[in-house]
């Protein structure tokens, strides 16, 4: 059985309670941190299995993936750790990403590294774990924070298993052996071109990439290596076009947040959906990173 890798999402279908916000942590050392964060999770009731915690077409396109190749489903959490899909969780908001404001790396003085923070939280061994006895393929679809998060355990796998890793998504793999190298499947933005069937933005990028790798190249090659892998991931870019690229509107902080609050019903909050209609329907110009901070803002704004 193969097993696909993911990443939590920002957006949750469950409002965690106050401690469980990261912005709330008091600043201080990675472990003190670590600790606070812990003892905190422990106080509180999970509410739902990770399937039903986490939503938005990242979560959702992993979640296909999975299906489709009859697979097990892993979040990999930077609250929480290595999650099976049907784990029962809490609610919560704690990231790696930089931007938010639950980024928990704001919040350590001595470790800024995301690395610190997976094996201050007792997760660095997870995922050896799950490979090690896993006999399918390892297809690791997590954006670049992430994967960085928990690389230092990927180096750490066996020759054997490292031959059935695929890795989708983020290209700046840091510090990459020539074992990981070999496995990277070279998808770029041309999944976002006019002749993919699976056009999105850069947050569900890797989901994305996972879906069609399952559905598309492993569907054709079920027991190719990562070699054979990559020459038919080569093969069906060459045939797409890149996306076409139109400069947008430029808008402050404040403008943007006003569209995204007019549109909030009729996007039903959706994020890909109000990203979409500001860059396709408005032409407006705007960094997903930058979108997503300001989306976070007025959805908090309507929780208060």
Not at 59 to 85: C, D, I, M, Q, T
Not at 110 to 137: S, Y
Not at 160 to 174: F, L
């Amino acid at each position: 059985m193969h097993v696909i890798l993911t990443a939590c999402t920002q957006r949750k279908r469950f409002v965690p309670r106050q401690q469980l916000n990261a912005r709330s942590l008091p600043a201080g050392p990675l472990g003190d941190v670590a600790s606070e964060w812990k003892d905190r999770l422990s106080q509180v009731e999970a509410v739902a299995s990770a399937t039903d915690l986490y939503c938005g077409r990242s979560f959702v396109e992993a979640r296909n993936a999975a299906k489709s190749s009859n697979g097990e489903l892993y979040v990999v959490s930077a609250g929480l750790g290595l999650l099976r899909s049907d784990d029962i969780v809490p609610a919560y908001n704690l990231t790696v990403s930089k931007g938010s404001p639950d980024c928990v790396l704001e919040k350590i003085e001595d470790h800024k590294r995301a690395p610190d923070w997976w094996t201050a939280i007792a997760a660095a061994q997870a995922p050896l774990e799950v490979f090690e006895r896993t006999k399918g393929l390892i297809i690791i679809a997590l954006p670049s924070p992430y994967l960085r998060m928990i690389y230092p355990a990927l180096a750490g796998v066996s020759e054997s298993t490292s031959e059935r890793i695929r890795i989708v998504g983020a290209q700046d793999v840091p510090e990459a052996n020539v074992r990981l190298l070999r496995q990277i499947l070279p998808y770029d933005d041309r999944l976002d071109g006019p002749q993919s069937p699976l056009r999105g933005t850069r947050s569900d990028f890797p989901s994305r990439a996972a879906r069609h790798f399952v559905e598309a190249i492993l569907e054709s090659s079920p027991l190719g290596d990562a070699g054979k892998h990559v020459e038919l991931v080569k093969t069906t870019l060459a045939q797409w076009e890149r996306p076409h690229m139109k400069t947008g509107i430029r808008m402050s902080d404040v403008e943007v947040k006003s569209i995204v609050r007019e549109n909030w019903v009729r996007t039903g909050g959706k994020s890909t959906k109000l990203l979409r209609l500001l860059r396709d329907e408005l032409n407006v110009a705007c960094e997903q990173k930058r979108f997503a901070r300001l989306a976070t803002e007025v959805r908090l704004e309507r929780e208060v």
